[in-house]
């Protein structure tokens, strides 16, 4: 299934017990009557824009996982930000490091909200009520971040069921990746807003892993990858 707002992968009908991989950040999608600009299109190519690498690990672990169902959004995180609350602040970026989306400039937040937002919110909801196993929301981060280059190649982003999370740190470690928890970002900190939401609805396991962007950023790469992060996943018993 396919919409504006979010693309269904996996069973259409999951049994109880299934994984649901989600991947807020999968598309960098503009869709109209917004008109990007060349500057426009240069964020939208970078971190800013989507999580470079992130659908096709999505992608492949469903096919690696028979029964489970993904979830992934089909706009720009610079559109609206569905791993923000739309209250944030940063749930619409008007500004970034390296420039303005123009089409930011003049937001309607209620519009956005109920055409992109609300809707692939709507299909996680839908999806919880099915009794996933896990929740399990996938991302990527860049290699270099301000100047900064960055060691972990795999995070592992928690606020409850540490023990569960603790867990794929050591199974993902297992499979060679330089794994962190709560790196390069923490979900103590609140900074897994779409997992945790339905998480908690659902009362099951959540998480959110973290994936280089070099490592991920092709195809092949991405393929590779996530067959390791299957593998660390049902190590891990989640």
């Given amino acids: ?33 917004f008109r990007p600009r060349p500057a426009d299109r240069r964020l939208l190519a970078m971190h800013w ?45 008007h500004a970034c490091d390296e420039g303005s989306p123009t089409f930011n400039r003049h937001v309607d937040l209620a519009q956005r909200v109920a055409r992109f937002h609300a809707p692939f919110h709507a299909a996680l909801s839908s999806a919880i009520e099915a009794a996933p196993r896990a929740l399990v929301s996938i991302h990527s981060f860049t290699p270099v971040f301000r100047g900064n280059a960055r060691a972990v190649e795999a995070g592992v982003l928690f606020d409850a069921h540490d023990d569960v999370a603790l867990r794929l740190v050591d199974t993902l470690r297992a499979e060679g990746f330089v794994t962190e928890p709560n790196e390069p970002y923490s979900g103590k900190a609140g900074l897994i ?17 973290e994936l280089r962007q070099d490592l991920v950023a092709t195809a092949r790469s991405a393929r590779a990858v996530a067959a390791r992060v299957h593998r660390a996943i049902q190590a891990a018993g989640i």
């Fill in 193 to 209: 807003y779409s997992a945790a939401r339905h998480g908690n609805a659902a009362a099951c396991p959540y998480l959110e892993i």
């Fill in 49 to 93: 824009g989507y999580d470079i690498g992130a659908a096709n690990v999505t992608r492949f672990l469903v096919r690696h996982d028979p029964g489970s169902q993904g979830i992934l959004s089909c706009f720009s995180r610079l559109v609206i930000d569905p791993n923000r609350d739309p209250r944030d602040p940063t749930a619409i970026l």
């Fill in 1 to 33: 299934m396919h919409t504006d707002a979010f693309e269904i992968l996996g069973s259409p009908r999951p049994q109880p017990g299934f994984r649901l991989y989600t991947c807020e950040h999968a598309s960098n999608r503009v869709p109209r009557p």
